[in-house]
């Protein structure tokens, strides 16, 4: 299923998620406002190396950030093959492969067509912000 995030073209493999199209697409509104931090949809993880991968992007807390070597550390493998299994992220956003950066650059990212990048630094910037002024509203 395609989905627009923000005027953003994402392609989520629905065979993937227990949940109906509609609770998707309900689930990315309240995240683009800023209203979930979390999904809850009942996502199918492969039993292998990019079902790893998923799991540890999935651990990564919202508005937190982790290098490609800090995961390939973690599940014992290389920065380079944690960059493959994130390219081929059959869920963006909602296994939070663009929490995953270079050690060095914003890296790549598997939504968003030829303006994947724009959209990843829109992801990190929405959870940034709605993370701060949740700290703040605390104060």
């Not at 869920?91 to 990212?109: N, T």
Request: proline share 4%; with cysteine; charged share 25%.
């Amino acid at each position: 299923m395609n989905v627009s995030v923000w005027g953003f073209d994402v392609g989520i493999e629905e065979g993937r998620i227990a949940a109906s199209d509609a609770a998707i697409r309900a689930q990315l509104r309240e995240y683009e406002r800023g209203e979930r931090a979390a999904f809850d949809l009942g996502v199918r993880v492969p039993d292998s190396f990019a079902g790893a991968v998923m799991g540890a992007m999935a651990a990564i807390p919202y508005g937190e950030t982790r290098t490609y070597g800090e995961l390939a550390d973690e599940l014992g493998t290389e920065a380079v093959a944690v960059g493959r299994a994130c390219g081929r992220n059959p869920v963006p956003i909602l296994i939070p492969c663009h929490r995953v950066v270079g050690a060095d650059s914003l890296g790549g990212f598997s939504a968003g067509g030829d303006r994947a990048i724009e959209l990843k630094s829109r992801l990190l910037d929405h959870e940034r912000r709605t993370t701060q002024a949740r700290l703040d509203a605390y104060r």
